[in-house]
């Protein structure tokens, strides 16, 4: 019997080199970087974004080499009210303390404040909604049911009479009053998504192998919900900033402390704008408008790297622009 002739294709598969052959030494395992973050990466608004965000941190953790801790509630009267200038970048308020120092330390309790806000509810988030999606029945009805109860609690009255009730400022009251509070409507948006991912056909075939439950959850549902839960992050982390600065410019936080929030209080009590001295009030308020954009533009980005609709949008429009780049020419 003649030899059958090789066709074209299995030519090609035998001149192409099984996967083994182009797989990295061992002990050199090369580090995956999930598909999600290079999108993210290539996102014009995350990029800004995180420039920005990594800049404010990066203030904050330089803060003992920036200025000194001491100046930013100094009260020294041979300083007072002295505009910007090379010795006081930001200048100095009525008391005396430097303005500079009081931006750069009061990173430190800000962007603490809103981490752990921001950390705190999205792992109840997370939690309370996956589970409710993955089990469903009676567990997911007590899960709208609580959400509906978490969803009417205002922040900021709770917060007031919180303080009041406890006779303390500090900032972990803030924390977890703010944490608590502003869970709910993203453990709605995960469990929506979570219910999206189960009926899936990998989370079935998943079950169909025999798969723990607890793995199925952990190596395949939760993975696919990164994305989501990162931006559930970064919105609890901005509205903690805002709700603590709000609250410490009304007088209602920790005001021997150096933060944004109680710079603009005492900007406030001493009438500093009234009187000209608008750099106690401008400087803070800008630290806290920069870093409330850096993450604004970061959770637009990651809205539209996890929202397929919104990257056919910017896809459409780039194409539709350079269509007419095109027609101009």
């Not at 505009?83 to 008391?95: M, N, R």
């Not at 962007?111 to 997911?140: K, R, W």
């Not at 954009?293 to 990651?302: D, M, P, S, V, W």
């Amino acid at each position: 019997m003649a030899q059958l002739q090789p066709t074209p294709i299995e030519e090609l598969q035998a001149a192409t080199p099984p996967p083994e052959a182009t797989v990295a030494p061992a002990g050199h395992s090369r580090l995956r970087v999930p598909t999600w973050v290079t999108l993210l990466l290539r996102n014009p608004k995350g990029r800004v974004g995180l420039a920005v965000f990594g800049g404010m941190v990066l203030l904050a953790l330089l803060a003992p080499l920036l200025a000194d801790r001491a100046t930013a509630t100094d009260f020294n009267l041979l300083t007072t009210r002295q505009s910007p200038s090379l010795h006081h970048p930001f200048g100095t308020t009525d008391q005396g303390s430097d303005v500079w120092a009081q931006v750069v330390w009061g990173a430190r309790p800000s962007l603490m404040l809103g981490f752990f806000a921001g950390l705190i509810s999205t792992v109840i988030a997370t939690v309370v909604g996956i589970t409710a999606a993955y089990v469903g029945g009676i567990v997911d009805d007590l899960m709208m049911v609580l959400t509906n109860v978490f969803l009417v609690i205002p922040t900021i009255p709770l917060l007031i009479d919180v303080t009041a009730f406890l006779h303390t400022r500090g900032t972990w009251v803030m924390t977890l009053v703010i944490a608590l509070t502003l869970w709910a409507f993203e453990a709605r948006i995960i469990r929506g998504q979570a219910l999206t991912l189960k009926n899936r056909d990998f989370i079935h075939a998943a079950k169909v192998a025999g798969e723990p439950t607890w793995r199925i959850v952990f190596a395949e549902l939760l993975p696919n919900m990164i994305s989501r839960i990162c931006a559930a992050f970064v919105l609890v982390f901005y509205i903690a900033i805002l709700v603590d600065a709000g609250l410490e410019f009304l007088g209602l936080g920790d005001m021997q402390k150096a933060s944004w929030g109680v710079a603009l209080y005492w900007a406030t009590v001493n009438s500093s704008v009234l009187q000209g001295e608008w750099w106690s009030f401008v400087f803070p308020g800008v630290a806290i408008g920069i870093t409330v954009l850096g993450l604004t533009l970061l959770l637009a980005g990651i809205d539209e790297v996890s929202n397929p609709r919104l990257r056919g949008i910017v896809v459409g429009r780039k194409r539709l622009f350079g269509l007419r780049g095109r027609e101009a020419a």
